[in-house]
């Protein structure tokens, strides 16, 4: 009984970490200082080379989380039910009802990871030679050509 438990538990974890993103974009946060090069120039600075514009929906299927949220859903539903209830029907509905809330949440948790679709996506050449891409939903008055800098996943006029 513990084991089965222990099983689903697993299979959910698993099943929701390959929704989660490795690189949230976060920067090392407050009081921490970045080395600025020889030239002068801050390190994480450069050259806006391109824009470009990502369409809100460019066509493709969002179906892995909400597969998966359903399956884990149906599951865990499955195990509650098999503990707490007799009723065959009662079963049925109660893991009907868990795999439409996971296909829900799976949804949710893959839209939130993706961060939407829309957006720009700004390349940029730093000082050092590096070339850096960001994703952001809104362009805040960069243009071609800017000089930015590069903090927390996001590309500032600097």
Excluded: F
């Excluded at 222990?6 to 959910?12: I, S």
């Excluded at 795999?99 to 940029?124: K, L, P, W």
């Excluded at 000082?127 to 891409?133: E, H, I, N, V, W």
Aim: include cysteine; proline fraction near 3%; charged fraction near 15%.
């Amino acid at each position: 009984m513990r084991m089965r438990m222990t099983c689903v538990a697993t299979v959910a974890t698993l099943a929701l970490a390959g929704c989660a993103s490795t690189s949230p974009g976060y920067g090392p946060g407050y009081g921490s200082t970045t080395p600025a090069p020889a030239s002068g120039r801050c390190y994480d600075c450069g050259t806006v080379v391109a824009i470009e514009t990502a369409a809100a929906s460019d066509g493709k299927a969002n179906v892995a989380g909400p597969v998966l949220g359903g399956i884990v859903g149906a599951v865990a539903a499955k195990e509650l039910a098999r503990r707490n209830t007799d009723s065959e029907g009662r079963r049925n509905v109660a893991i009907a009802a868990g795999a439409a809330g996971g296909a829900v949440a799976g949804n949710a948790i893959q839209n939130r990871v993706e961060g939407g679709r829309g957006g720009y996506t700004v390349h940029i050449r730093m000082d050092d030679g590096r070339t850096t891409a960001v994703h952001q939903a809104d362009l805040g008055g960069i243009r071609e050509g800017s000089y930015v800098r590069v903090q927390n996943g996001r590309a500032w006029v600097y």
